[in-house]
């Protein structure tokens, strides 16, 4: 401050014909102090007053300081009645920007509210999300703490725990402290606390060995030197953020003029000759580590250049106030800012006047900085972040990493360079990791753990059909229609056409059995043509025979109408050719049995049954019962016909099946509930005909043949039912095989042995015999 009073005094352009004086006060780190010297300057009541042209105390119109923001709260709220400007280098509490409650407080610090946004983005840019914090007991920690909270507030930042350092110091709450530091997974550790609080929590954690964390540093404590005295290098690597450090020319030439010879009885010389030599003046006390005697002799080294951070704030606050006073002495009479155009008064300087011209001055600094205060008093904010480094010599060095600046926005403000951060522990260039819980990958999703903040959660795998293709994804995404998640979950893949082709093996085999089974029924047809004037062709009435061989080649032949992709036509074609064939196959076995029944009914004397059942009869009743299956299955199709469907998902994981719907379910179960009838009463009949005397009954046959299908059709049923995807459509085709090789084989294998292989007994003498 003296020195930038000293050089705006010689500059010939900045306040030509006035001189800047000034007092000095130590407030002693206690508000009541700050407060009585304020108040003392502001009345000219201060009785130690020095200068060449001062006989008694001025009264100050405006006070640089206090560092502190518990301070400037209790001076600001005190002079603002008064409208004495104040303007704190270091009080960088957000509260202090209340202009309803300190309208007359300016700063060239800038406010913590754009501290906490900083170290809010670096967490974020780190991607530590569990973390621990510490405050200081006072409005500067509590302040800061309260808007890095609002800063995390709705982001993957999580805070573990909390804790507030004693102004007491009490050991056992600090050691309390460092052991909750020790056992929480929160590896980064923000640290909001004035020197003083901070030394007292750090030596305790170096005491318990508790160092092995990434400490974060506010601007009140990143850059002092005092820390390495005792920590040695176990701080190496924390990173913090300072006010930006700048070159004052000609500050470091004028401090090596201090000599205590000059200034013997200035006690602020001798404070700060015992900082920079490290000695002491006077006795010393037993309570504090022992230092050199200072001689007063000790010269300070020429300096190259030197950077200074709040001394520059220092500096900046006095060129505000003399650019303040400049501009209110270069104001034309009528053009001034008061009422009726009045300028404000310079001799002597009213306080309220200077207010109003600080709240607008704007000017440049000699080092090249623009400044001006906002409407809360607040300047542009800029913080370097500094890394603790190791020198070459073992020795903690402040390395300048990156910069956060407001004026630059919001896609530019936040600049870090990794390749320059150094990360204590050991740990090189590897980034420490801050978790709660480990990232989810892709494929899963993050499941909040019950009872905990939303940084600890379970990774829970993707369900089938849902996929997340990001890290720590909140959930899974369903995949679209036809597609599916791979095995992965991690994308969405086309689904599998699935249906029975004719390319499958099942189908190939199917394809074949219903061809061998109509080519089988074609080869009995023929047999049975070629012999059709044997007595046992005749005697097992052949109409009926052909007509039931040309039925059962049709059973077999539509079974390749279930084979190959589905579409319209060859869905009902499937299932009207189905119930009608066998119904055809049915009714001529009905014929056949009733027959049978009704000739040995007419063996017996005076019967005339048979003429009720002959040739025109049988045809009738065949026509009759296919008429009503045909019925069942036109109306099936003008209401409901089957169509096409697809089904997807679930347990049939990455397929699109391909298959028939039936369309009415009560269509078709009246067309099976309807062959299932006949099949019934065949049985049933056939049944009762099995003892007839007759050496070649055939009754017998069609009893196991109705027996096999009715056995293959009720098995149909839970088959049908529980068979997944295309295996269903299988199963249908299996029963319509089995079925038509049952009645075949049952009803026309015994005959063609006869008339292929044992031709002497096709005789009619064999087949009336008893």
Request: hydrophobic share 45%; net charge neutral.
């Amino acid at each position: 401050m003296i020195f930038a009073v000293k050089e705006i005094n010689a500059d010939p352009v900045l306040l030509p014909n006035l001189t800047l004086g000034y007092l000095a006060a130590d407030t002693c780190l206690a508000e009541a102090t700050t407060l009585s010297a304020a108040l003392a300057m502001v009345t000219g009541q201060d009785e130690n007053v020095s200068g060449e042209r001062c006989t008694k105390a001025p009264k100050v119109p405006v006070i640089i300081g206090d560092a502190r923001s518990s301070a400037s709260m209790v001076v600001a709220d005190t002079l603002g009645v008064f409208n004495i400007p104040m303007i704190s280098y270091f009080a960088s509490c957000a509260c202090l920007s209340d202009r309803t409650r300190y309208p007359t407080f300016l700063r060239t610090v800038p406010s913590d509210a754009f501290q906490a946004k900083a170290i809010a983005r670096l967490l974020h840019l780190m991607s530590w999300t569990w973390i621990g914090v510490v405050s200081g007991d006072d409005v500067y920690g509590k302040s800061g703490v309260q808007h890095l909270l609002k800063e995390l507030q709705g982001s993957a930042v999580c805070v573990d725990y909390f804790e507030v350092i004693p102004k007491s110091h009490a050991p056992s709450r600090i050691r309390r402290i460092v052991e909750r530091i020790q056992t929480s997974r929160a590896q980064v550790v923000v640290m909001i606390a004035i020197s003083l609080d901070v030394e007292a929590l750090l030596r305790e954690a170096i005491k318990m060995n508790a160092t092995g964390r990434q400490w974060i540093a506010t601007e009140a404590w990143s850059t002092s030197t005092h820390y390495t005295s005792f920590s040695g290098t176990s701080l190496a690597g924390t990173l913090g953020f300072a006010i930006g450090r700048v070159d004052i020319q000609g500050l470091g030439s004028y401090m090596t003029q201090l000599s205590l010879e000059i200034h013997l009885n200035d006690s602020l010389v001798r404070n700060l000759w015992e900082d920079f030599f490290g000695c002491r003046f006077g006795e010393q006390t037993e309570s504090k580590p022992l230092k050199p005697q200072c001689t007063g002799l000790e010269k300070v080294e020429e300096p190259g250049q030197t950077y200074f951070d709040i001394s520059y704030n220092v500096y900046k606050a006095v060129y505000a106030v003399a650019n303040a006073i400049q501009d209110m002495m270069d104001c034309e009479p009528g053009k001034g800012p008061f009422e009726n155009g009045e300028c404000p008064e310079i001799k002597p300087i009213k306080p309220k006047q200077l207010l109003h011209y600080l709240k607008t001055v704007e000017f440049t600094t000699p080092v090249g900085e623009k400044v001006f205060f906002d409407e809360n008093g607040d300047p542009s904010a800029s913080y370097d972040i500094i890394n603790w480094h190791v020198g070459a010599e073992g020795k903690v060095e402040f390395v300048k990493v990156g910069q956060f600046d407001v004026a630059k926005g919001p896609e530019q403000d936040f600049q870090l360079d990794l390749t320059k951060v150094f990360w204590g522990g050991g740990l090189g260039d590897k980034v420490p990791v801050s978790v709660c819980s480990e990232s989810c990958p892709p494929g899963t999703r993050k499941a909040v753990q019950k009872g905990k903040p939303i940084c600890c959660y379970d990774c829970i795998p993707c369900a089938l059909g849902e996929i997340s293709n990001t890290t720590d994804s909140t959930e899974c995404t369903k995949c679209p229609k036809r597609f599916w998640s791979n095995a992965d979950h991690t994308r969405c893949v086309p689904m599998l056409i699935e249906f029975l082709s004719f390319q499958d093996n099942m189908g190939v085999v199917l394809s074949v059995l219903s061809v061998s089974g109509a080519a089988l029924t074609v080869g009995v047809l023929l047999a049975f043509f070629l012999h059709r004037d044997t007595p046992l062709v005749r005697a097992n009435n052949s109409e009926l025979s052909f007509l039931l061989l040309l039925s059962l080649k049709l059973c077999f032949l539509c079974a390749l109408a279930f084979i190959g992709r589905p579409a319209s036509w060859s869905c009902m074609l499937r299932h009207t050719l189905f119930g009608v064939s066998f119904v055809v196959c049915l009714a001529c076995v009905l014929s056949k049995t009733v027959v049978v029944l009704v000739a040995f009914r007419a063996t017996l004397p005076g019967s005339s049954v048979m003429r009720y059942f002959g040739p025109v009869q049988q045809r009738s009743g065949i026509f009759l019962c296919t008429l009503v299956q045909v019925g069942i299955c036109v109306l099936w199709l003008v209401l409901a016909p089957p169509t096409p469907t697809e089904s997807a998902g679930g347990e049939l994981g990455a397929r699109v099946v391909l298959l028939c719907g039936v369309g009415s379910m009560v269509c078709f179960s009246l067309v099976l509930g309807y062959i299932g009838l006949l099949a019934a009463i065949c049985f049933l009949l056939a049944f009762f005909a099995r003892t007839l005397p007759d050496n070649f009954n055939e009754a017998k046959f069609i009893t196991f043949s109705m027996l096999i299908f009715c056995a293959v059709w009720i098995a149909f049923v839970p088959a049908y039912v529980s068979s997944p995807g295309k295996y269903s459509v299988a199963v249908e085709i299996f029963a319509i095989l089995a079925s038509s090789y049952g009645l075949l084989l049952c009803i026309f294998g015994p005959k063609c042995y006869i008339i292929l292989l044992r031709p002497e007994k096709n005789t009619k003498k064999n087949i009336m015999a008893k």
